[in-house]
């Protein structure tokens, strides 16, 4: 970027937090701020994916890389138009901040003809049955043993306890479908170099029983979980990865407007196993839309 560029940017930015945003306040009774500051907090912090002066030396608008600087305009255009919620950026900003608290984890969050729920011991037999059937199971190493299902079921639960989110079962009207949420992966993974770090990653991910495909849960379901993660939990990005011949997954991954970073090898599988090539992808909170799990969604 050039220098003429770089001032423009700057002027950009000066007009929207000092400006546009104040003078539309008074037509917005509803956003929770109204000050140049305030408008400048929330959309830097957004941009940084946490309080912008943990990373940006003071006076933001002069020292702000020109990427985050253009994120953060783009987000302040996205509030202009009414495609972003102006709350529930402030919200994130300030659980950021530690000036709120996350609240505890909702039992179950609504979606249109399906819902989001906590695990129940009642879930044990069919998601046993999906993780025994091999077409569910084609791109992990082997299907599962009833046993190792339910351990499994168990640490998908707990998260929820550890985390404040977790992988929520997918229940549709005829019964349990499966499940997609978040959580903190167990194993480490080589992608440091990739991500430019590897401590505190969240990935998101799915696992659905067979007669589930083909009505949209996986994207439905992973936007309603998003959006609680974003929101609620205050979460700065999440990642998602999959064997490189997963294309079922890669197309979902894709729906829900993730960038795909690059490519790496599984630790956990041999050298020569098909399924040892993985593709991962990212999704920062200020590049999904606030209030993204919309569509019927809502908290119960």
Not at 18 to 41: I, K, M, T, Y
């Amino acid at each position: 970027m050039t220098r003429a560029e770089t001032e423009a940017q700057q002027r950009r930015w000066r007009e929207l937090v000092d400006e546009r945003l104040p003078a539309a306040a008074a037509a917005h009774p509803g956003w929770p701020v109204s000050q140049n500051h305030c408008f400048a907090r929330i959309l830097l912090d957004n941009a940084c994916g946490g309080p912008w002066r943990e990373s940006v030396a003071p006076p933001a608008w002069a020292n702000m890389p020109p990427e985050r600087l253009d994120l953060a305009l783009s987000l302040g255009e996205a509030v202009l138009e009414g495609r972003q919620d102006l709350a529930a950026l402030n919200h994130r900003s300030l659980l950021w901040r530690r000036k709120r608290r996350a609240a505890a984890p909702p039992e179950r969050l609504q979606g249109e003809d399906f819902c989001l729920r906590r695990w129940r011991l009642s879930d044990d037999e069919p998601f046993a049955a999906l993780c025994a059937d091999p077409e569910v199971m084609r791109f992990f190493p082997a299907p599962k043993s009833a046993r190792e299902s339910q351990t499994e079921a168990r640490a998908l639960a707990r998260r929820f306890d550890e985390d404040g989110f977790g992988p929520w079962v997918v229940e549709a009207p005829e019964g349990f479908c499966g499940f997609v949420g978040c959580w903190r992966p167990a194993r480490p993974l080589p992608l440091g170099g990739l991500l430019g770090q590897e401590t505190s990653l969240v990935e998101i991910g799915w696992r659905l029983a067979w007669p589930a495909w083909g009505r949209g849960f996986a994207v439905r379901g992973a936007r309603l979980a998003l959006a609680d993660a974003f929101s609620r939990c205050a979460l700065s990005e999440v990642v998602a990865y999959t064997a490189a011949v997963n294309a079922p997954s890669l197309r979902v991954m894709e729906r829900l407007g993730m960038s795909e970073v690059g490519g790496f090898d599984h630790p956990g599988l041999p050298e020569g196993h098909e399924l040892r090539p993985h593709r991962l992808y990212r999704l920062t909170a200020a590049d999904f839309p606030a209030g993204g799990g919309a569509g019927g969604a809502g908290l119960e």
